[in-house]
């Protein structure tokens, strides 16, 4: 595929319960960034990977919320304990290169909190 | 701290009039912005940055660091501009943040 491709797209989960949501990037990109959005809050920044690690964490709510890129390539963000705030479209984006802030997204996943 | 701030949640305008979409940034450094736009059902894309000075889709963007603003503006507005448009700043190691997003409602 030629674009960034985020999974699942719809997720429903009751509180409490833990998700993870993948992202693979296009390939090739080194960058790859993960924000949250909702409504009201715009876009928020979660957390960026330049290659495997991650120089800016700072974005992630909590401790609830980790992530980790393998590979140089996919990422799983994942939701420990979810709860209803943190419903919202999980935008994963990535880009090929660092400093000219061209970033390509997926088409999000968004995940409902009963 | 905030660091892009677009003050309008909705703009309205009818088609022709003339747009404005209204960001301001608070950046120590030498700010690199952008404009970000989704259109409905469609993913979220760059619409234009300030350092290629260019025009699309008919917009603009001038940087002015003595406002500290990158307002988005097209002479003439189509009913297709219809959209979420976000400002975004680029900060130290590329970290790119954005605003809250202004949805433009252009009217026939």
């Known amino acids: 595929g030629a674009g960034v491709s985020q999974s699942p797209s719809n997720k429903v989960t009751e509180k409490g319960k833990d998700v993870e949501l993948r992202c693979d990037p296009i390939s090739g990109h080194t960058a790859l960034y993960w924000y949250r959005q909702s409504l009201g809050q715009g876009l928020e920044f979660l957390i960026y990977f330049q290659g495997n690690s991650a120089p800016d964490k700072s974005g992630l709510p909590s401790d609830r919320f980790s992530a980790e890129r393998t590979g140089g390539s996919v990422s799983t963000l994942t939701i420990q304990r979810t709860q209803q705030e943190d419903s919202a479209v999980y935008l994963c984006?990535?880009?090929?290169?660092?400093?000219?802030?061209?970033?390509?997204f997926g088409e999000g996943s968004r995940l409902t909190v009963l | 701290a905030q660091r892009v701030t677009q003050p309008e949640k909705l703009l309205s305008v009818f088609k022709g009039a003339p747009v404005e979409l209204k960001c301001n940034y608070s950046y120590s450094g030498s700010p690199e912005l952008f404009w970000y736009v989704q259109y409905s059902r469609q993913r979220l894309q760059l619409l234009l940055r300030?350092?290629s000075r260019e025009s699309i889709k008919g917009f603009t963007a001038d940087l002015n660091k003595g406002e500290t603003s990158f307002h988005l503006k097209k002479p003439f507005a189509q009913e297709e501009d219809s959209a979420m448009y976000y400002c975004a700043l680029m900060e130290y190691g590329n970290k790119l943040v954005f605003g809250a997003g202004t949805i433009l409602r252009v009217k026939s």
């Open positions: 984006a990535s880009s090929s290169r660092t400093g000219y802030g061209e970033l390509f």
């Open positions: 300030h350092i």
